[in-house]
């Protein structure tokens, strides 16, 4: 069973920065899909960023605009999102996501685990 434990939300002001991090346990190290998702209120859960473990395939939706940073620290079995330059619109719960199947990485559906949420607050 994987588990994951998202840290590292909370509030910032505009263009400020916030380092997210997703611990994982109970998969193994190669081929899973990781993404970091997120929901602002009355809006749809949408893709932030996606990575494959153990490749160098990444994912990023259009409004990160070169503004965060999806990694992985493979010893700790840790996911990361570095997130400069954030932005009001960038207030969410972040969450981290994980499955061993192929699939989009953009599309929640398809991913099996998740963790329970990170609260991101940015202010103008």
């Known amino acids: 069973q994987v588990q994951l434990v998202e840290a590292g939300g909370g509030s910032v002001q505009a263009g400020g920065s916030l380092r997210l991090s997703c611990a994982a346990s109970g998969y193994t190290a190669r081929g899973y899909r990781m993404a970091w998702f997120r929901q602002a209120p009355g809006k749809d859960r949408e893709g932030v960023a996606g990575?494959?473990?153990?490749?160098?395939?990444?994912y990023y939706g259009d409004f990160v605009k070169g503004r965060f940073t999806i990694s992985q620290d493979n010893a700790k079995n840790t996911l990361y999102l570095q997130m400069n330059s954030l932005k009001p619109e960038d207030t969410a719960m972040y969450y981290c996501?994980?499955?061993?199947?192929?699939?989009?990485?953009?599309?929640?559906?398809?991913?099996?685990?998740w963790g329970q949420g990170t609260q991101v607050t940015v202010s103008s």
């Open positions: 990575l494959v473990t153990g490749s160098s395939y990444t």
């Open positions: 996501a994980a499955d061993s199947r192929a699939g989009a990485m953009q599309i929640p559906t398809t991913f099996q685990y």
